[in-house]
């Protein structure tokens, strides 16, 4: 088969190596697809390395040096990648936050690693960095994120290229690349998982092996994906090292945007956790039920095609009947390829949590898909279904040069392969995740006779901490508690209010009661003039700040003919489970009470003053209730492209949203 681009990075010393290997070897190929001015530009290998070097040579004269760590909290996109290859190339330590964290939670991370610069989104986090610069003396630039990071480029502007190369070539695989902190319940018990270079290049590297056989079928150049996953977690960062390692050209969205960039960037790689399946699906689904039975048969039997020759293909049988009835259902499925870009030759699925039928449904669909599953201890994926070794809904075997263990409890230990260099600033956390050279990983799983993992839950909270996103292993819910009402201007209740235990209140000291604009969710907004249009962007900007949230689904804002903000908040399913479990809530807890718990209702109220932060007075939210139930097609209250039906869901809630005014001033 011959020397495979995961051989190349096992072969390499650092991340950034890949960068600058790309552009000697081929400086004119295309690695990185950008947004701008509407559409999709493409960079070659060249113009990309001269970017990162650009920034490189910003933070040499910035005083970055080597195992500095700069700490990098704005949106996920091109100029994330490029700094942090840049943070790479000088032997600098990345430490990345979402741009929707807490003050507490960046104060948290700043005074734990010390960083030596910082980049951060918002008036809002800068001032909170540079207010802990007299407190962490190490800290010496604080940049303010603008697009393109002028500021940065600008003050290694006279400085010489040779500067960033002595430091890259000095670039050792055990140098810690990054300090990651996976979403936690509690900001102050972060632990930051330091991963090294050598780690997550041979953790891509296993990935991109296994794959290579469909990849490479491709051929030079004609492999590209979109990500939307979060770079600053775990399965946004090992997607993007992967993708740099297989010679994938990738293009980065915000959370949220991939399925509506599909159609648009029509990657040959599809990148994703099973929800844009479910989606997807979903919305085929309902496409045929408001249609009429005929067309809910015809989707039902082609659903059961798709499955069966994906079946027949796993058994080894020749099914010459499986591939004719596939075939008289083509057309179905070719709106399914569409819906995902129509030109998906492979798709990889993070968290493992996407069922069998649903697994089959896609492969047989001519969509094939893998699974995968990591930690970050693991410095990626650590188990993959790989081209030819596939049993649908498992996350398959693990990489080689790893072991797996199950134990009495059903708990899954593992040893060998890439893992973390430790926790950090913790030696004693560090220590106890292992159990005589075995890391336990907290996941409830189990591995058949043939060495397909198959992931239940969890068995333990505090390996959750750093867990992959998916439905058997939900994502770790991050409280972002309220500031004090001194640093803020908001006053906060002695307890949430409400008649059924779900509602909460956040009180600005002043709300103006003219309002021009209606939120509704995702979905389009009624402005009744200019300055009703500024205000329903913020309120779209206020609902998808809090959708970025793990712990939120869908946010509705509710204004109109009212003498306040207030909003309908619903929750992720399966974060309700994985939030009882970490607070010690009973098992028999119900969906409905849990979203009444006093101590969930605080960690949404503190989402809420973060939000009230970026919206002017007169449109910060001071009451909100929270749902148990997401809504759903199914029920009427979405729209098949996944907006608000905006209407049905204020009629459908009109005494909830009563109640978030009853008794209250205007």
Known sequence: ?????????????????????????????????????????????????????????????????????????????????????????????????????????????????????????????????????????????????????????????????????????????????????????????????????????????????????????????????????????????????????????????????????????????????????????????????????????????????????????????????????????????????????????????????????????FSGVGVPVMQVYGLAETAGVFCANAVGARVPGTVGRVLPGRQVWVSREGELYLRGGAVFLGYWADPEGTQAAFREGWLATGVVGEVDDEGFVRVRGRSRAQACRSAVAGRFVPRVVESERAAPAKEVGVRERSAPEGEDGRAGSVEPDRVEPEVGVVGSGTGPMRVVDDEGARDAELVAEFEARLRAHPLISQVLVIVEGRPFASALVTLVRDQLEYWRLVNGRPLSMAPEEIAGDRDLLREVQGLVYEANRSVPRHLAVRSFHVLAEEFTVQSGLVHPSGELRRDAVLRAFSEEIDGLYRGRRD
């Open 1 to 361: 088969m011959g020397e495979t681009p995961g051989s190349l990075a096992r072969s390499q010393s650092g991340l950034s190596d890949q960068v600058y290997d790309m552009a000697t070897s081929d400086a004119h190929a295309q690695v990185f697809s950008v947004l701008r001015g509407g559409g999709w530009e493409r960079l070659s290998a060249g113009e990309f390395a001269t970017e990162v070097t650009a920034l490189a040579k910003g933070l040499v004269a910035a005083g970055v040096g080597e195992g500095d760590r700069v700490l990098v909290v704005m949106p996920s996109g091109y100029d994330w990648v490029r700094l942090a290859y840049a943070v790479w190339s000088v032997r600098g330590v990345l430490v990345p936050l979402p741009e929707v964290a807490s003050g507490e939670r960046v104060a948290h991370a700043v005074r734990q690693t010390r960083p030596a610069a910082a980049v951060v989104a918002g008036e809002r986090l800068q001032r909170v960095v540079v207010g802990l610069q007299r407190e962490t003396p190490d800290l010496g630039r604080v940049w303010r994120f603008e697009e393109g990071l002028p500021d940065v480029v600008r003050l290694g502007a006279y400085m010489d290229a040779s500067a960033v190369r002595f430091r890259r070539d000095e670039v050792a695989p055990e140098d810690p690349a990054v300090v990651l902190y996976p979403l936690s319940t509690v900001s102050r018990s972060m632990r930051g998982v330091v991963l090294s270079h050598g780690g997550l290049l041979a953790a891509a590297a296993d990935v991109v092996d296994l794959m290579w056989p469909r990849l490479s079928e491709l051929g030079a150049g004609k492999a590209s994906a979109v990500l939307d996953l979060p770079l600053s977690q775990l399965p946004g960062l090992a997607s993007l090292v992967a993708c740099v390692v297989g010679r994938v050209r990738v293009g980065v969205v915000g959370p949220g945007r991939l399925r509506g960039e599909l159609p648009r960037f029509k990657p040959t790689v599809l990148v994703c956790t099973p929800a844009l399946f479910e989606g997807v699906h979903g919305a085929e689904r309902a496409t045929a039920h408001s249609t009429d039975w005929d067309s809910v048969g015809t989707f039902n039997a082609a659903m059961d095609a798709a499955v069966q020759f994906d079946q027949s293909k796993k058994k080894g049988a020749k099914g010459a009947w499986a591939r004719l009835s596939r075939s008289m259902y083509d057309w179905s499925f070719s709106k399914v390829r569409d819906a995902l870009g129509g030109r998906v030759h492979l798709a990889v699925c993070w968290g493992g949590g996407l069922s069998e039928r649903l697994d089959s449904y």
